[in-house]
């Protein structure tokens, strides 16, 4: 599934095409969350989306990353367009093709530290034994074996970090999004972070990390910048990108 | 009207699913009414969740309604002793004039709910579920059906009286009884025998050959065949099958075999009937709705799946019934 | 079949994790099925009970009605009975009532001639001599005489007679002989002062059980004054009360199923915060809305199946251990005798079917909103928030 860094095509990897979100539509809480954003990604790119809270990264990523589909406009995923699927069929892209870190991380505090990272590939069509393996080997990289048994809940911080990480490469995604992953962390922490994060790019994983950490902002991990305002790009140049 | 608490509790499950369908059917009127499949608004979100539970809503109903089903064949077993003359469920049946419709309605719920189950199936694989209208539109053509089967059963409980007199299988399937059901069962079994056996020999071959090949009408044909296999195997249960099964010449019961002192024969012959008869009904139900292309893709894949089972149904269905005839001790034709 | 198992195990975790909280529920829906359960195997039991005493019955009894009332019977009749075809022995039987105001009892008493061979001995023998008796188990408690004792009772005259028990009765069914005095006939006669050419009834032995209908039609057409009563017709009175009895207590009962329901409806529509925000984590991970509610059905299906199993064994040991201390007073009614009998211990599956679809079914079909509530959470939540 990995896609190669030199095989960066003219095709995006992500094309989100006039696209706007309004929650609570014709309501009196109606939130336009984004307003014809036009983006493209190209597999093999470290995108950073910036912008003050409020400004609609993480209403863009949750489309990105099928959780929900816009009001208006189209998103395609490797030319397949996938903004009028049925949910059962966007649940199946999310497990296949992309990795997840949450800003609070989001695991299941009362499940071990493997069940937290077998539970999410539950529906997926692999066997119970590859999976168990697969959760070995990932809890080995991130030293982890020995809490394999832990309750979530008894981790540090950066214990909980490693594990979040862990369980988003669980399906091999070639595509990980990260929603404010510094956001708890300290500085040593964070270098740590994004050691990983390097590390995984090296491997020729696409990343999309919505933050407002300047230490992120300022690594040199990442390839484009992207900022949000008021639900719009801020700066259309960086919309493209690529070549 | 009989106290029995097998019948109240036939009568308060199925009180039970007609409500759950009436759920559903609140669900469908919303769907078929609001369904746009083209929108990002938030109630199109919500009606596409709803779908899960009407689906989940009429998988339960189905398996409801087949418990019930086989509850009601035990129920009348049971208190066959309540009426002269009945010697098995039978005779319970005859006891009133809606006894078999209440079956025959219940039998025919099952195999209705199953098809949409299907057809449920079929359309929520596909990314554009073409078929979600006329889904929920026969949908709601069940509630009537399921409400139907509630006052049937009403009517034939309250409508029982003890000591009423009934006839039982032996003479309702006798040569000397009249309708339909005795004509059939009171078929020689010289004549009975090969006839049956011609059914099950086309359905197989066609069976076979829409395994082989995958013209429409071949789809048609088996399910010509399929409707043929469930009537002719009926008919040959009661009249010649039975027999075997039990040992008996005279006792032709399609319901007894269900029972212990039989080692629940019955379940394999009843399953692999429902399998053969449903799944290869399904095919040539399907090919007509099959108009997208996303649609037909999906039958192509699911047919060979339908129609394997439809063969192990076959198999389940002449194994379990036809051993006792093959190597019992009885015999009804001269060798 | 693999996501089968994977989404059970999910569910079998889920529902450990909430240990505490299912243990309760499970608690007081196994407590539901066990009083269900009880009042299902109970009917069930006595029924039997009831039908083993019946088989040994003759196929046809012939009493005597005068004025509407049953009336002793002239033993004339038996002549011309047993000359009817197909008719075997026909034996006059002279038995009767005996209230013991002091016991506050009734026992019945049965006056035999020669060897019986339908009833088995505890122990001891049968009476012969005609102060001799065999008693049932149920009159051996109540009076207290063992083997060898007197048993003593007051004849139609007020007149003290006592009977040496000589043995007490075992049987394959209590009903039977709970409360059954044998005497010798002559013996009995004398007690209940009743002329030597009647007798109480007559039972009528028939060969072939098809001619049972038509013999006792004949019965009534040859002697106006006899009401013959086959034994099929007792078996269908039997039935028809114990069924009527066990409907009513279903009846009764269902109720407070409802009233449960309501409760777990309540407890399921309550999902906990953690509950919530689990389901949410995973949404957003990749499971579908009809995973979440397949692992959340098989909760229930996991749930109830427990609640089942144990109330069950509950009912079994409270009616079968027990004797239904809870019940008995409900259903018996009939009897003021028996203080306690053993019932035989049959549970059919069709008692099984009744009970589970009167329990798991409504349970299910209340659980099944609930968890699609929990079910269609939006994926998104996780992201915003």
Known sequence: MTLAIDHISSRPLIRVDEVSKIYHQGKPAEVRALQNISLEIFAGEVVALSGPSGSGKSTLLSLIGCMSRPTQGTIYLQERRVSRLPEAF???????????????????????????????????????????????????????????????????????????LARALMADPPIIIADEPTAHLDAELTAELLTMLTELHAEGRTIIIATHDPVVHQSSLISRRVALRHGQLADAENSRGGQ | MILHPGILALLFSSTLILLLLLIAGGVALRIVRHWNSASGSATQLQLERQTWLVATLLKYVIGFQIITLFLLLFTLDEIHPLFVGAMCATGSLNANLVGWLVLLIKIGLVFAGAMWLALNYLDQRTEDTPLVRMK????????????????????????????????????????????????????????????????????????????????????????????????????????????????LPSHQCPFDMLQGHYYYIGYPIYLGLFMATLFALLPGLCRPLATTNSLQQELERIEPVWLRLALFGLMLFLVSSCWQMVFGPLQLLGS | MILNLKLLEYSLSSLWRRKEKNLALVSVYALVIATLGSVLLLTHALKTEALMTLTAAPEIVVQRTLGGRHEL??????????????????????????????????????????????????????PQAPDECVIGAGVADAFGPQIGDFLVLEDSSKRRSEFRVSGIFRSASNLLTNDLVVVQEAALREFFAMP??????????????????????????????????????????????????????????????????????????????????????????????????????????????????????????????????????????????????????????????????????????????????????????????
């Open chain 1, 90 to 164: 966007l649940a199946r892209i999310r497990r296949e093709t992309y990795g997840f870190v949450f800003q609070q991380y989001h695991l299941l505090r009362d499940v071990s530290v493997l069940d937290n990272l077998l539970f999410p590939l539950y529906p997926a069509a692999m066997p119970m034994k590859t999976m168990r393996e697969r959760a070995l080997v990932l809890l080995e990289t991130f030293s982890l074996t020995d809490k394999e048994k832990t309750k979530v809940r008894r981790l540090s911080g950066g214990e909980q970090q490693r594990v979040a």
């Open chain 2, 136 to 247: 929920y539109l026969l949908l709601l053509l069940l509630i009537p059906l399921v409400a139907l089967d509630l006052w049937l059963q009403w009517e034939y409980f309250s409508g029982l009286r003890p000591q009423m007199i009934t006839s039982c299988c032996g003479s309702l399937f006798s040569a000397e009884g009249e309708g339909v059901i005795s004509t059939l069962a009171g078929l020689p079994v010289k004549q009975g025998v090969p006839r049956f056996f011609a059914v099950v020999v086309l359905y197989a071959v066609l069976l076979l050959a829409n395994l082989r090949w995958r013209a429409v009408v071949l789809r048609n044909l088996l399910f010509v065949a399929a409707v043929l296999l469930f009537f002719a195997s009926l008919a040959a249960l009661v009249s010649f099958l039975s027999l075997y099964i039990y040992q």
């Open chain 3, 73 to 126: 019977i002239p033993i004339a009749y038996a002549r011309t009975i047993s000359e009817f075809p197909g008719v075997g022995r026909v034996t006059p039987r002279v038995w009767g009532y005996y209230y013991d105001s002091l016991v506050k009892a009734n026992l019945t008493l049965i006056g035999i001639e020669g060897y019986h061979e339908q009833l088995e001995l505890l122990e001891g023998r049968f």
């Open chain 3, 196 to 385: 030597a050419e009647l007798a109480t009834d007559l039972t009528v032995q028939v060969y072939n059980s098809r001619e049972v209908g038509t013999i006792a039609k004949k019965i009534s057409y040859l002697l106006p004054d006899s009401r013959p009563i086959t034994r099929d017709e007792l078996l269908h009175t039997y039935d028809s009360l114990f069924n009527w009895r066990s409907g009513m207590m279903l009846a009764v009962f269902v109720s407070a199923l409802m009233a449960f329901l309501i409760l777990a409806w309540d407890r399921a529509t309550g999902i906990s915060a953690e509950e919530r925000r689990e389901i949410g984590i995973l949404k957003a991970l990749g499971w579908e809305t009809s995973h979440v509610l397949g692992a959340k059905l098989r909760e229930a299906l996991l749930l109830s199946l427990t609640a089942f199993m144990a109330g069950l064994l509950l009912a079994w040991w409270h009616v079968f251990v027990l004797g239904a201390p809870l019940l008995m007073p409900l259903l018996k009614g009939w009897s003021v005798l028996f203080p306690e009998f053993d019932l035989p211990p049959v549970v059919d599956l069709y008692q099984l079917a009744v009970l589970g679809c009167v329990t798991i079914i409504p349970y299910l079909a209340c659980t099944l909103i609930p968890a699609w509530k929990a079910a269609s959470s939006d994926p998104d939540d996780v992201m915003r928030g």
